[in-house]
């Protein structure tokens, strides 16, 4: 089955630094890549996604590539917020709209002020 | 409209009890998931409904876990003989139809299990 290993495990950055955070996969039929931030106490919620037939996908202050051939994605965030401190999780499945999404360890965001 | 329900919140059990953990999904969701999340980890999956097909239970980490799920409405989560490592908070996650392709999955708030 599918692995997703995820880097760093906790990551500290200042305000209005930028954050890497990657995600590799085993799976080479995964095609749907999504991230999702979930706050101290709160559901996790998704962010931003990309799908296999593009390599790089923006909204704002976040971003996402993807490298099919090596199977890794990152997620990006620029000019960092201390609101952007949580928890932030990748996933990948095989389909956008089938199929279960296996889920990295998580990353913990930590911005200061 | 409402998001994904879930209950009870917060549960307390003796060890070797039975828990049920109980699910209600975006209403036209056709899709279900539930995972274990425990303390500072990751979401671990454990079942995928997909309307009416046999669900993949692939992440039932023994038999004591069984799940069902009545149509394309509400899912129960079953713990049996519950162990002190099935402490964790366990979120259910719904998804739209499959022919649309977006793939958010919704998640619950939660039912935090503890077992003593």
């Known amino acids: 089955g599918e692995n997703v290993e995820q880097h760093p495990s906790t990551l500290s950055v200042q305000e209005g630094d930028s954050a890497v955070i990657k995600c590799t996969y085993s799976d080479s039929a995964s095609n749907y890549f999504p991230w999702y931030k979930q706050e101290l106490g709160k559901r996790p919620q998704l962010i931003i996604d990309?799908?296999?037939?593009?390599g790089e996908k923006k909204d704002q202050r976040i971003a996402v590539t993807l490298n099919k051939t090596a199977k890794h994605f990152s997620l990006h965030i620029t000019e960092t917020q201390p609101e952007d401190s949580a928890v932030y999780f990748c996933a990948a499945s095989i389909s956008a709209n089938a199929g279960k999404s296996t889920f990295g360890d998580g990353t913990t965001l930590t911005v200061k002020p | 409209g409402a998001g994904v329900s879930q209950s009870p919140s917060n549960k307390v059990t003796e060890k070797g009890k039975d828990v049920e953990l109980r699910c209600d999904p975006i209403?036209?969701?056709?899709?279900l998931y539930w995972y274990r999340q425990r303390l500072g980890q990751g979401l671990e999956f454990l079942i995928y409904?997909?309307?009416?097909?046999?669900?993949?239970k692939s992440g039932l980490p023994s038999d004591r876990f069984s799940a069902e799920r009545t149509g394309e409405s509400v899912s129960t989560l079953t713990i049996q003989r519950t162990q002190q490592e099935d402490s964790a908070v366990y979120l259910c996650?719904?998804?739209?139809?499959?022919?649309?392709?977006?793939?958010?999955?919704?998640f619950g708030e939660g039912s935090r299990l503890t077992v003593l």
């Open positions: 996650a719904s998804r739209p139809d499959r022919a649309n392709f977006a793939g958010e999955l919704f």
């Open positions: 990309i799908r296999s037939n593009v």
């Open positions: 409904f997909q309307g009416n097909s046999a669900p993949d």
């Open positions: 209403s036209g969701h056709t899709a």
